[in-house]
């Protein structure tokens, strides 16, 4: 559909959806755990053979790293010169540069490192549509508390499929307009804001009616709410999948361990 | 000859909101037999798309009845009768419902409660049909409009409905998507014989149906066999309908004074004639 | 204002995941004043030519002359704006690009965007509105409250008040009912005609092509298959059938009568014409006798 | 509860803010995005709720489906129902009066962008919040002029409005 799914068939791409959104989380939350170079360094090492195991090449998740970087560095900053402890190799005014603070520094980095490198994974090893499959089987106990499951899957569903029908609207609006002579991206601030108006109402409307047009040919096809559908698309939890969370329990315990 | 009414419908009545007053359907009555090929044509604003949207309560009739299949669409029949009619719409961007093309035929399934071991083998079965097996996890966004169209039409071929009703479905493919999807219902017709209601301005593919029915001002204006109607001929444009080529021609050769007969000729009878006129 | 292709080849941005047929090495001109049809299969490139006639896509290699502007790969994108006034491009689907509020104020918008003053672009948008069809009435209106075929005119009404010289049509007859394409095709036939505009259309539809046009550009793969006019192109059926492309009904009608025994010295392009050939070889009502 | 038309028109909105949030203007100091425009739309044709389970959706197509550069963070994707319900709340049937739509504005840059981003960055990083969220004010300082400006306008531009009316 669209996104950065990579076709493979490693065991990662072959896993239960389900399984790997809850261990991408999880994983997400231990981070949080590690306090020590040991900790860091034994995430590092679990990431880095996931990835060798998903036979992804390493630059697909160096790239996800990249756009966020200035926030990464202003934060390591923050965090080298705002620490004390530790020995203390340089001082102006409050900013000193100490030990603590280079450690500490150095731990940020991994931690945004770890968690971006992680949840690119599951990008890269799941088909949107699966991910979608997992949010609904997921979400399903929440149904006893009257929360829309189904509508929330058609949703997700609908708007994936959506995405580039959309893209490509907006390209051939911005085309006819620029053709009447609008000018994108040049000019002051309200000549701009102003300029979105001819791309956003086109695109508003075309949004309407194509929901229209959809919500009719759903229905002519007798689609009457999430009720006593059955499903096409279904998933199977595996021993893999039940390994996979052993592995994150062992991994937890040894993260406290290191602590 | 006895035959099954499939389609009975009498005095509907439909204004869209706010349309101060002008019927979209004005005391429309038309029967259609079970098996029968049947093409609407008129123009825009005739009555054509709401008529066919009322056929399964798509819209809410002001009055007037519609029976399908032995049927009386009512509140609690409407899901029935849905199952009973199949339809492709115009535009193949907006009833593409599934994320990929076996989603997309399984969507009636599933709202059926099909089993999920039957589902399978009715999807591969419809999809095999219309040709696009090769297809099954492609998304819609990497198919043409002719793909997305019969992609649609394996979604009713799935359901396996009793009537095919077709809302312009070919009015916005290239020539070759129109072809192509053409050319899947003529074959799904022969090998289903369902009930076809083709709604179009594509005066080849009414040329094909085994009755004509015009409308205009949101009732049956006259209907009949192709023949009969395009022998009409200059009345036809008056509806703002095309007239077929071989009236055309005729109409230029009566200029010329050639003499030629008042009926309806198809491209081949038109061909003899003249070369037996020639020689 | 002519504009002349010169070597002009374009490729996409190598990784763009909608990659079409590019241009290879297109050599073309389309002379001031003419009703040119360009024709080909989705994908032969005719978008992508299209969009070059009005700079909204700049050649990777090659000259696109447009009156005496000459468009480069290095081209600046600014300052083209005066070539977009000249060229008016009506897309495929024209209404889905309508925004304001009234029918009168998004056709005044592509004016007001080349600099004509507010009084004027809606005198204008009053005119274009009589030019095209439309009722006098619709002018403060919502252009959202039309039938498509109206909206459609709105946004055609929206390029024409630019003034053009050169009107760029892709496919504008797509979706529309019988009556809708025979107004639409009179109107484009009047601007020609009267106002002498320089048309270049896409269409699929032959019979269009051999009815209005007096110049034909065939794409195929990004590359120029053949240009000529419309009788030049369709004097040879079998390339065209080869390609897939169709052929004008009338044509198609007289190859059925060759092939029963008529003879024509030149390809019929339109009933009339067919007609009149015929009428060279039949008898007529007033008891003449056989040839 | 929502009937189908609602559902898929909803639907087709998420897929609109995630298009539209992809392109922005950038000047030298600042860029706007226009996504908030959907959002704000949603909660004001929606309600707080939908709108709010509108905007997750849209954040986890985002972060977990296109995989927009950063990573997923379950933080943000709260910030991305907060937004939305707090549109939802000032809008959803009331008159759009300026002082309204600063309001709403007002609140979401406060408690979503300021206060719960800056909290999540400071979570993620372990450093002082108020470091943060002083950056972030910088920046948001200007959203705080242009946001109101573009939603007051577009919320009384009169195709807008029929769309709204379209909806019930």
Do not use: C
């Amino acid at each position: 559909i669209l996104g950065r799914y990579i076709p493979g068939d490693s065991i990662l791409h072959r896993m239960d959806p389900r399984a790997k959104l809850l261990a991408s989380f999880y994983y997400i939350g231990i981070i949080f755990l590690a306090r020590t170079w040991q900790a860091y360094a034994l995430l590092l090492v679990f990431t880095l053979v996931l990835i060798g195991i998903s036979k992804i090449k390493l630059d697909f998740f160096i790239k996800g790293v990249k756009p966020l970087l200035w926030l990464i560095l202003f934060t390591v900053l923050l965090q080298i010169f705002f620490t004390r402890g530790g020995h203390v190799y340089w001082q102006w005014g409050f900013l000193s540069l100490t030990q603590y603070g280079l450690i500490n520094g150095a731990y940020i980095f991994m931690r945004f490192v770890l968690i971006i490198f992680m949840s690119t994974l599951l990008t890269l090893t799941t088909p949107p549509l699966s991910l979608a499959d997992a949010i609904e089987s997921i979400l399903k106990p929440l149904k006893v508390v009257h929360f829309p499951v189904y509508e929330v899957a058609l949703m997700l569903s609908i708007a994936l499929r959506f995405v580039p029908t959309l893209m490509d609207e907006t390209t051939k609006i911005m085309d006819a307009q620029r053709a009447r002579g609008v000018d994108f991206g040049e000019g002051n601030l309200f000549q701009q804001m102003k300029a979105i108006v001819p791309i956003l109402i086109p695109l508003f409307v075309s949004s309407f009616n194509r929901a229209d047009d959809l919500a009719t040919a759903m229905e002519a096809r007798g689609y009457q709410g999430g009720e006593g559908r059955s499903k096409y698309r279904i998933l199977k939890w595996r021993t893999k999948d039940t390994v996979a969370f052993i592995l994150m329990g062992l991994l937890t315990i040894a993260l406290i361990f290191l602590r | 000859m006895d035959e099954q009414k499939i389609i009975q419908v009498e005095q509907l009545k439909y204004e869209y909101p706010q349309s101060d007053g002008h019927l979209a359907l004005n005391n429309l009555s038309v029967s259609i037999n079970a098996g029968e090929w049947v093409a609407i044509i008129g123009h825009n604003g005739s009555g054509k798309s709401t008529f066919a949207k009322s056929l399964n309560g798509l819209l809410d009739l002001q009055s007037g009845s519609v029976m399908i299949d032995d049927l009386p669409l009512a509140l609690d029949t409407v899901w029935s009768i849905r199952k009973k009619i199949g339809m492709v719409f115009q535009n193949p961007d907006n009833q593409f419902v599934g994320a990929t093309v076996e989603d997309d035929v399984a969507f009636g399934l599933e709202n059926q409660g099909v089993p999920r071991p039957e589902m399978i083998e009715r999807v591969q079965e419809a999809v095999k049909r219309v040709g696009m097996l090769d297809y099954l996890k492609r998304e819609p966004s990497r198919l043409s409009g002719g793909q997305k169209q019969r992609v649609a039409l394996a979604g009713i071929i799935a359901q396996q409905p009793e009537i095919l009703i077709l809302d312009e479905a070919t009015s916005m493919l290239d020539p070759k998507g129109r072809e192509e999807v053409l050319a899947t219902i003529h074959k799904l017709k022969q090998e289903t014989n369902m009930t076809v209601l083709s709604i179009t301005h594509d005066i080849d593919e009414a040329a094909s149906a085994d009755r004509i029915i015009i409308l205009d001002n949101g009732q049956v204006y006259d209907q009949g066999t192709p023949a009969d109607i395009f022998a009409y001929g200059q009345r036809l444009l008056d509806l703002g309908l095309d007239v077929p080529y071989p009236e055309k021609l005729k109409a230029a050769l009566n200029k010329l004074q050639i003499e030629m007969p008042t009926d309806y000729l198809t491209t081949e009878r038109m061909v003899d004639y003249l070369w037996t006129l020639h020689s | 204002m002519d504009i002349t292709f010169q070597n002009v080849s374009y490729t996409y941005q190598p990784g763009t995941p909608f990659q079409g047929v590019g241009l290879q090495d297109i050599n073309v001109t389309i002379p001031s004043g003419s009703y040119t049809a360009l024709i080909g299969h989705t994908g032969s490139g005719k978008s992508t030519l299209l969009q070059h006639l009005n700079a909204l896509l700049k050649p990777t290699s090659g000259v696109v002359k447009i009156g005496t502007r000459e468009i480069t790969p290095e081209t600046n994108n600014k300052h083209l704006k005066a070539i977009r006034q000249k060229v008016g491009m009506v897309f495929q689907f024209p209404e889905s690009q309508l925004f304001e509020s009234t029918v009168q104020k998004d056709i005044a918008f592509g004016p007001q965007n080349f600099g004509v003053p507010i009084d004027e672009a809606l005198a204008r948008a009053k005119e274009m509105i009589e030019l095209v069809g439309l009722p006098a009435n619709v002018i403060d209106k919502s252009p959202f409250d039309l039938s498509g075929g109206q909206m459609r005119r709105v946004a055609i009404a929206g390029v024409l008040a630019m003034q053009p010289e050169v009107l760029v049509l892709d496919e504008p007859t797509a979706g529309l009912d019988p009556v809708g394409r025979r107004e639409m095709m009179g109107l484009f036939e009047k601007l020609h005609i009267e106002q002498g505009m320089t048309i270049v259309m896409v269409t699929h539809q032959m019979d269009d092509v051999a009815n209005y046009a007096d110049n034909v550009i065939v794409l195929e793969h990004g590359r120029l298959a053949k240009t000529g006019s419309p009788r030049e192109i369709f004097a040879d059926p079998d390339w065209l059938t080869e390609k897939q492309l169709g052929l004008p009904t009338t044509t198609q009608f007289a190859q059925a009568l060759s092939r029963r025994g008529f003879i024509f010295d030149q390809v019929p392009l339109t009933e009339h014409e067919l007609a009149a050939l015929l009428a060279e070889q039949l008898p007529k009502k007033a008891g003449r006798a056989h040839e | 509860k929502l009937d189908t038309r609602r559902v898929v028109l909803l639907a087709v909105l998420i897929a609109l803010q995630l298009v539209i949030a992809r392109f922005a203007i950038s000047l030298t100091i600042f860029r706007i995005s226009f996504g908030f425009i959907v959002t704000a739309l949603m909660g004001w044709w929606f309600g707080p709720f939908w709108a709010g389970l509108a905007a997750v959706i849209g954040d986890l197509i985002n972060s977990l489906m296109i995989g927009v550069p950063g990573g997923y963070f379950p933080g943000f994707t709260l910030s991305a129902f907060l937004g939305a319900f707090i549109y939802g709340l000032y809008f959803y049937h009331e008159k759009i009066t300026w002082w309204r739509v600063l309001a709403a504005v007002t609140t979401v840059i406060l408690v979503v962008n300021l206060g719960l981003n800056s909290w999540w960055v400071s979570i993620i990083s372990h450093t002082p919040f108020g470091f943060h969220f002083t950056a972030r004010a910088i920046g948001e300082a200007a959203t705080l002029v242009v946001h109101p400006v573009i939603l007051y306008i577009v919320m009384h531009f009169e195709p807008i409005i029929r769309l709204k009316n379209r909806i019930i």
